[in-house]
C-alpha cells in the first residue's frame, strides 16, 4: 500500500525566505508525485507532477520539486516566498498500475509567510 | 477557463436531515471523484467513478452516504440522515482517465450539521 508523508504540520517563515516542504512516501511500484495548494475557502490546485525523466521539476509559482528514489523524498522548494505564498500544501501520489489515478494525500503542511 | 463547479457553497442542516451535493466536472474529464476535508482526519477520497460506474466506493460510509453519476455531467453525494460528525468540506475533483492526469478540485461545499 501507498502512503504519504508530510514531515512538517505547519512552517513559519519571513517573507523573500526561502522555504522547503518536506514529503516521504512508500510505494512498492513506479511512482507519479504531486504537490497541490489550497488557498484559504478554497479548493486544491495543482502546484507540480513528477512523471518520469528530470528528477527537478519546475512548477508554478516559483516552486520546484526534487524526486530522490533513493530516499523516496519528493521536497518542494521555493527560493524566496511572498506573502501570498500562505496556504496549506499537499503531498500527494499515484502509481502506473492504480485504476482511476487514484491520490494518496499526505496531511498537509501550513506555510505561513510572515512580513 | 474551464472548472469543476460544486452547488452548494455552503449549507447548514440538522441532524437527521437529508443533504445533496452537486458537481459538474469539467467537459471532456471521465473520472470524477469526492473528498471530504475534516481538520483531524484530513483529506480523505470517498468515492471515484470512471465513465460514470463507481470504481472504488471504500472510503464511503455505507450506511447513509451515496454517490452517483445520472449522467457525465452531474455528480452527486448524499447524505441521509446526516449527523453532527459529517460536518466538513466535500470537493469534487474530475480528471481524464490516465493515472498521471492532475486532478481539477471543484471549490468545496462546507456542510455543518447542527
Known amino acids: 500500500a501507498q502512503s504519504v508523508t508530510q514531515l512538517d504540520s505547519q512552517v513559519p517563515v519571513f517573507e523573500e525566505a526561502p522555504v522547503e516542504l518536506r514529503c516521504n512516501y512508500s510505494?512498492?511500484?513506479?511512482?507519479?508525485l504531486f504537490w497541490y495548494v489550497q488557498y484559504p475557502n478554497q479548493g486544491l490546485q495543482l502546484l507540480l507532477k513528477?512523471?518520469?525523466?528530470?528528477?527537478l521539476v519546475k512548477g508554478i509559482n516559483g516552486f520546484e520539486a526534487e524526486f530522490n528514489k533513493s530516499q523516496t523524498s519528493f521536497h518542494l522548494r521555493k527560493p524566496s516566498v511572498h506573502i501570498s505564498d500562505t496556504a496549506e500544501y499537499f503531498c500527494?501520489?499515484?502509481?502506473?498500475?492504480?485504476?482511476?489515478?487514484?491520490?494518496?494525500f499526505g496531511q498537509g503542511t501550513e506555510l505561513s509567510v510572515k512580513p | 477557463d474551464a472548472r469543476v463547479t460544486q452547488t452548494p457553497r455552503d449549507k447548514v442542516t440538522e441532524m437527521g436531515q437529508e443533504v445533496t451535493m452537486r458537481c459538474q466536472p469539467i467537459?471532456?474529464?471521465?473520472?470524477v471523484f469526492w473528498y471530504r476535508q475534516t481538520m483531524m482526519q484530513g483529506l480523505e477520497l470517498l468515492a471515484y467513478?470512471?465513465?460514470?460506474?463507481?470504481?472504488?466506493d471504500s472510503g464511503m460510509p455505507k450506511d447513509r452516504f451515496s454517490a452517483e453519476m445520472p449522467d457525465a455531467t452531474l455528480a452527486t453525494l448524499k447524505i441521509q440522515p446526516s449527523e453532527p460528525r459529517d460536518s466538513a468540506v466535500y470537493f469534487c475533483?474530475?480528471?481524464?482517465?490516465?493515472?498521471?492526469?492532475?486532478?481539477?478540485f471543484g471549490p468545496g461545499t462546507r456542510l455543518t450539521v447542527l
Open positions: 500527494a501520489v499515484s502509481d502506473e498500475y492504480n485504476q482511476g489515478g487514484k491520490l494518496i
Open positions: 467537459l471532456g474529464h471521465n473520472t
Open positions: 510505494s512498492s511500484v513506479s511512482v507519479y
Open positions: 467513478f470512471r465513465n460514470r460506474a463507481p470504481l472504488d
Open positions: 475533483a474530475s480528471a481524464t482517465r490516465q493515472g498521471a492526469d492532475t486532478q481539477y
Open positions: 513528477y512523471l518520469s525523466g528530470s528528477t
